[in-house]
């Protein structure tokens, strides 16, 4: 459910990055906001670059925001107090950012025990049986607005082409469609970055470029 609210006019200050200056844009809705960032290095693209590009647009703009950062929260067990907040955070917000690395062709360990200790069964979806051996999931978030953010070490040809898109393909058409029943136009609200620890500074802005175009589209709706 999206909340009303008059509409009003910010001023969002564009960092260096896009070199834009000041955009001035209305917004009409006030969505809850909810940034899920997997990195452990603060430091890096991922979580210096993209996950603070995104959240100061978004503080900027003005509309709530929440955080879960999955490697500066406490992962050890017991985490069940831990997974029912971060379960109240989903329930909570209605625009959601997920943020992460690939490595080994998946996401980080801990973004990948979000999706199984928090999207679990009974909370984001239930399995439906078709016949006594099949079941299909039934999905309880449809309504979430998603976008995702995923960064390799390695260059867009080899993972497209001899490993078929694989990470994207599983977490898109998979993972959030098939499960989650979000649209499969997700695929290209989940972007790729190449080669990150290896381009060149100004192929790092021109993908901050890319993350603030989404972020003030994002706002705007």
């Known amino acids: 459910m999206i909340n009303f609210c008059a509409v009003v006019q910010h001023r969002i200050n564009i960092n260096a990055f896009s070199g834009i200056g000041f955009v001035k844009f209305k917004i009409n809705y006030f969505l809850k906001n909810l940034i899920v960032v997997g990195h452990p290095d603060v430091n890096s693209f991922c979580y210096n670059g993209i996950f603070q590009t995104i959240k100061s647009l978004i503080e900027k703009s003005g509309q709530e925001l929440k955080i879960i950062d999955l490697y500066r929260d406490s992962f050890t067990r017991p ?101 989650f029943g979000w649209k499969p136009s997700l695929w290209f609200k989940t972007k790729q970055f190449w080669s990150v620890p290896f381009i060149s500074e100004n192929k790092r802005k021109k993908y901050l470029r890319t993350v603030h175009k989404d972020i003030i589209s994002d706002l705007k709706k």
């Not at 909570?92 to 690395?101: A, D, K, L, Q, V």
């Not at 998946?106 to 439906?128: C, H, M, Q, S």
């Open 79 to 179: 985490r069940d107090k831990v997974i029912a907040n971060y379960q109240n955070l989903v329930t909570w917000c209605e625009r959601m950012y997920i943020i992460s690395p690939v490595w080994w062709f998946r996401l980080t360990p801990r973004t990948e025990i979000f999706f199984d200790e928090v999207l679990t069964p009974g909370f984001a979806y239930k399995f439906v049986n078709i016949t006594k051996t099949y079941a299909y999931p039934k999905p309880f978030l449809k309504d979430k607005i998603v976008r995702t953010y995923i960064t390799h070490g390695a260059p867009a040809l080899p993972v497209k082409t001899l490993y078929l898109n694989s990470v994207k393909l599983r977490l898109v058409m998979g993972v959030y469609t098939f499960v």
